[in-house]
């Protein structure tokens, strides 16, 4: 991938848009692009650069990116009354192009923020984050996407933890430590080498995988079609909340403590080498001190004010509502059944994305998650899992889906599948992820109307916000739409389900 047409071949020090970035340290990768914490020498402030590969396609979709960026991130949401949404989406500060020997990338200046989510996922190892945090998450992700849609006229179109990115508080306290860790992991290496005198490093470019935005594939803990029948019996016990989290710890350090010691990198296990690249780049990520443990309650933790705030990132899938670029929307996991379908589709795609979302959230599992046998595909066991869990897919869709006919039969029973087993949302959380009764039932009423199969049915982001489970969202305790109601569906926003057709280019 770092060839021309490819990423950008960075190097700690390199100057950018005329000496005014220096390259400080990478942050992170995607399908599209390398990001990269820099200085900026105007501000004297920390930013982060995302460095678009060099292809036409890519250097295109950049160019869209930007439009849609410039549109979240104009002021105008602080006027009319989206003041606490647009917050939570990430904004762009500066765009420029670069060239190198692979080319001439587009890059986009952006705030630097920490970890995405997956990271958060990884380090409660799969089991769930306390509901707090999730809660927390939850509703600044529809703030943010009711702002998208209802202001902007903007579809996300790749809601998934990796595109959702947490705060790290004071950004150049914190890159301070990193800036010492760097050095001191850099010192170390060097020590290293000459001990040993063999070269064992991999060069940073080729730790890079090619882990696709719409391909999605990731090592999870389970990988089979009908997942969801195998209960894990024995208990599960849930690590301490605090014991692996160092973007708590570095918060806890930006309250006013010393600066803290490394610890030795723990190995990892199960990792491929572009995925801890991953793990280990981000700021909020890095090993700050040694991990006592921290056996406080959630009770303990919520005196501490530890508020969460996270951010919408990543508009390289995006598209408006008068104008979508492609139909191939969204990351397997996290996509909707009239894409798979090939129905019409809009906004409320990225509504059942975050549902899926938020379920991984809390319980570290994906809520969907397909493959292919031998005499079926992963879409039609897709769409299986879908109808286990939530039901016949609406005759609407199988009218008018585009695929509809590959899959389902004349009687709209799938071709290819014919066991299903109905496992409703409330009872797997209750039987396979040990929920207490009543949690189980508030959660599924939570999630169901953003799984609504139709996608004009589904429940639009802003109503969801003034859901009775987000009332005690630390730090948005008070804060509700009045204007939306709560389980409608945003069938009054334009390109709700279908491109709205007959209007220029953007
Ligand atoms: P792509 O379009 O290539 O997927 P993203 O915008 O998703 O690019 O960025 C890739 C990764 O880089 C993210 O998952 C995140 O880990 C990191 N990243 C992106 N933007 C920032 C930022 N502003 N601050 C810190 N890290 C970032
Ligand atoms: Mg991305």
Redesign the pocket.
């Known amino acids: 991938d770092y060839k021309p047409g490819g990423y950008h071949p960075a190097s700690r020090g390199e100057l950018y848009n005329n000496g005014r970035y220096i390259l400080v340290r990478k ?7 390398t ?1 990269w914490l820099a200085k900026d020498t105007v501000s004297n402030a920390h930013v ?1 650069m ?1 460095v678009v590969r060099s292809d036409k396609v890519y250097t295109e979709a950049a160019l869209d990116e930007i439009k849609l960026l410039k549109r979240v991130s104009s002021s105008d949401g602080f006027l009319e009354g989206f003041c606490e949404a647009s917050k939570h989406i ?1 904004s762009l500060l500066d765009n420029f192009t670069h060239t190198g020997p692979n080319g001439k990338h587009v890059v986009m200046v ?7 989510l997956l990271a958060l996922i990884k380090k409660y190892e799969h089991r769930g984050i306390p509901t707090m945090y999730v809660k927390q998450i939850a509703k600044q992700l529809l703030l943010g996407l009711d702002y998208m849609h209802r202001k902007c006229g903007v579809i996300h179109t790749d809601i998934k933890p ?2 959702v ?1 947490m705060e790290v508080g004071d950004v150049e306290a914190i890159v301070k430590m990193v800036e010492l860790l760097d050095k001191q992991k850099r010192d170390q290496r060097k020590v290293h080498r000459r001990a040993t005198r063999t070269s064992i490093e991999t060069p940073t470019a080729t730790a890079v995988s090619s882990r696709s ?1 719409t391909s999605g594939s990731r090592e999870r803990v389970s990988g089979r079609r009908l997942r969801r029948h195998t209960l894990i019996t024995g208990s599960q016990p849930l690590p301490s909340p605090l014991s692996s989290t160092n973007f708590f710890e570095i918060k806890a350090q930006m309250m006013g403590q010393s600066l803290p010691r490394p610890m030795p990198t723990t190995p990892k296990t199960n990792v491929s080498a572009g995925e801890e690249e ?1 793990a280990t780049n ?2 909020s990520s890095m090993e700050i001190s040694n991990t006592t443990g921290d056996d406080r309650t959630e009770e303990e933790l919520r005196t501490d004010s530890d508020v969460i705030q996270v951010k919408i ?2 508009l ?1 899938n995006a598209c408006w509502f008068d104008e979508h670029y492609t139909n191939s929307i969204q990351t397997r996991e996290y996509r909707s059944p009239e894409v798979i379908i090939g129905c019409e589709w809009g906004a409320s795609a990225d509504i059942w994305s975050a549902a899926c979302l938020i379920f991984e959230l809390l319980t570290g599992d994906f809520l969907f998650e397909p493959d292919e046998g031998h005499s079926y595909s992963k879409d039609d066991d897709h769409i299986a899992q879908i109808v286990e869990l939530l039901g016949e897919i609406p005759s609407q869709l199988l009218r008018t889906g585009r695929h509809a006919r590959s899959f389902f039969n004349s009687r709209g029973q799938l071709r290819n599948i014919s066991k299903l087993k109905f496992w409703p949302l409330k009872d797997v959380l209750r039987e396979k992820y040990k929920f207490p009764e009543e949690e189980a039932q508030t959660i599924s009423e939570f999630l169901l109307p953003m799984l609504r199969l139709n996608p004009s049915e589904r429940a639009d982001a802003g109503g969801m916000v003034n859901h009775p489970w987000l009332n005690d969202t630390v730090g948005l305790e008070g804060v509700q739409l009045s204007e939306r109601q709560l389980y409608g569906s945003g069938a009054d926003i334009p390109g709700w389900y279908r491109e709205v057709a007959g209007h220029p280019r953007h």
Not at 27 to 33: A, C, I, K, Q, V
């Open positions: 942050l992170g990768w995607g399908h599209f692009s990001v982060a995302k990430l952006f705030e630097v923020l920490g970890e995405n990796e595109n990115l935005s991953q981000s700021l990132a990543d390289g």
